[in-house]
């Protein structure tokens, strides 16, 4: 039986606490006056929105630009700030503490609490911000990239601007885009876009006039700004900061000074795709496990009741009784199970998850039992982890099947995070965790209340 990725999805249905990220310092409190301007984008289908659970009972909004992919991984440029801890008043917190992967989910489509209802999204693996930033409010570096999974040949990309191909200036035409809040809906979760012309330049940041009412503001952070050259369309800076009525200035982050710390995190995404990052893949939007997994995303669906039951379980009787109460759960269950362990067979051909094609998580299990007739069961691992499945290979009509062996979490750990060779940091490792458990994130994503971070 897989877990949840984490115990701390139920604050998954929690408020939106982060009242203000990446704004100006201001006296007083900061009004919630909406931005005005702005059109719908339905064509810049890179532009995806990311949320990050920080704690219990508070999570943030922002945007970001799919950059490049790689096999299955997909590179997301977005902001810093994003993806660190704040003190649920937006202001980053210091040492900076980076979000782990299971607390980041990345959400395609034109509108993300569309997608959200439906249970699209896509699961991450490792998680890095820039070397140099710190968490001011206007940091340059203000920059981080999320290795996100479930990438296909058709995934839509647009392309960090290039430091040849950087011709920025006073007086250059940008298009800012991102799901932030507008005039008519400060819980706004479409996707927009908005055209401005840079105010003012410097080497690492550039600024734009928002005095005409329109431009970025909250739930924005992490979005492009987005330039056309020859190569095609570019995205030459970060959402970062801003007034906080969003009636005055933004602020992005130039992309191009960051070339180094962006290729550098590209070159280290594994060739090699690992069981944890295939099985997460795939079930994500347009891969091949998806709609097994959609159909258990909703809590109340037999599934996750199911899930839930067996979850708690201590023994293998305890997971027995489970799949007795609730029958066509544990069917709906085991067929994405059964899809991811298909999917994934190369990868996972050794993990003890798919060993009867049922799942395994936690540390090393006990021996499975004997399966009844050939019917799989799962039994308790050591430290109160449930082990491995027993195998369903079942001898003459009548006999027990085999058990199986004690089960290991599905899935192996990415390569530790830390320093590489050309001097980025790696990120966060995305650590053992299980692509069938992530997919119960985004039932309780969709019941969270809606309330926005400031850029």
């Known amino acids: 039986m897989v877990r949840p990725r984490g115990a701390s999805f139920a604050a998954l249905a929690l408020a939106l606490g982060l009242a203000s990220c990446g704004q100006l310092p201001a006296d007083g409190t900061t009004s919630d006056s909406p931005i005005f301007g702005g059109t719908a984008d339905t064509t810049d289908s890179a532009v995806m929105a990311l949320i990050h659970q920080m704690t219990a009972s508070t999570s943030s909004a922002c945007s970001g630009t799919t950059i490049a992919t790689v096999g299955v991984s997909g590179v997301f440029l977005t902001a810093g700030h994003c993806v660190v801890a704040n003190d649920g ?3 980053v917190t210091t040492p900076l503490k980076v979000a782990g992967p299971a607390d980041v989910y990345i959400i395609p489509g034109p509108d993300w609490m569309t997608s959200v209802g439906q249970f699209q999204y896509y699961g991450v693996a490792q998680v890095a911000v820039h070397p140099q930033y710190d ?6 570096f203000d920059v981080a990239l999320v290795r996100y999974l479930g990438a296909l040949p058709s995934t839509p990309v647009i392309p960090a601007l290039a430091p040849a191909d950087d011709k920025l200036t006073t007086g250059s035409s940008i298009t800012v885009v991102g799901f932030g809040k507008t005039q008519t809906n400060t819980m706004n ?7 401005r012309v840079i105010q003012s330049i410097a080497t690492n ?6 005095t005409d009412l329109k431009g970025a503001c909250e739930g924005d952070s992490g979005g492009p700004a987005l330039v056309t050259t020859a190569a095609g369309l570019r995205v030459a800076g970060v959402t970062s900061f801003g007034d906080p009525d969003c009636t005055m200035v933004g602020a992005s982050v130039r992309v191009s000074p960051a070339a180094a710390f962006i290729q550098c995190f590209i070159d280290s995404v594994p060739k090699t795709v690992s069981c944890d990052d295939c099985t997460l893949a795939s079930v994500g939007p347009g891969n091949a496990c998806v709609d097994a997994s959609a159909a258990c995303g909703p809590q109340t669906s037999v599934c996750a009741q199911f899930a839930a039951c067996a979850s708690g379980c201590q023994t293998g009787s305890c997971v027995t009784q489970c799949r007795q109460s609730f029958p066509s759960g544990a069917t709906a269950y085991d067929k994405v199970v059964n899809c991811q362990c298909d999917a994934c067979a190369g990868p996972c051909s050794s993990s003890m998850g798919c060993v009867g094609h049922l799942p395994a ?4 299990g006990a021996p499975g039992a004997t399966g009844a007739g050939g019917t799989p069961v799962v039994v308790t691992g050591v430290g109160g982890s449930l082990g491995a499945a027993g195998s369903s290979a079942g001898g003459p009509a009548g006999a027990g099947g085999t058990g199986g062996a004690g089960g290991t979490t599905a899935g192996v750990p990415a390569a530790s995070g830390g320093k590489s ?3 980025c940091d790696l990120g966060s490792p995305s650590g053992p965790r299980s692509g069938v458990g992530a997919l119960f994130a985004l039932a309780l994503v969709a019941k969270r209340s809606r309330r926005r971070p400031r850029r």
């Open 189 to 195: 979760s479409q996707r927009r876009e908005v055209a």
């Open 89 to 91: 008043m937006g202001h």
């Open 135 to 140: 968490g001011a409010v206007d940091s340059p």
């Open 421 to 423: 060779g050309c001097g």
């Open 205 to 210: 940041q550039f600024v734009y006039d928002q």
């Open 361 to 364: 998580t936690g540390s090393a």
